[in-house]
């Protein structure tokens, strides 16, 4: 299920953000990085939705640095523009 909008989407359809046994946070495209993992669907308005809803902090019981947030944006986006560049 998506962290932001709530809604059931196959798993290869959402991204998967992982918290390390370490407690650092990233985005995991291959799906195996080893850590706790939330999914989400790989759209701004899903990571906003998550981020207002405090979805990570829920998903991960921790709380999150906005600096953590900003990074997990950014590689969002970056995923983002890569997919519609292969379209
Ligand atoms: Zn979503």
Known sequence: ??????????????????????????????GKKAGRGAYICPKQECFEA??????????????????VYEALAQQLQALEVTAKTEE
Request: glycine share 6%; aromatic share 4%.
């Open 50 to 67: 998550a981020r207002k809803s405090r979805g990570l902090e829920r998903s991960f019981k921790n709380a999150i640095d906005p600096a």
């Open 1 to 30: 299920m998506c962290l932001g909008c709530q809604e059931s989407h196959p798993k290869k359809e959402l991204i998967r953000i992982v918290r390390s046994p370490e407690g650092e946070y990233s985005v995991d495209t291959t």
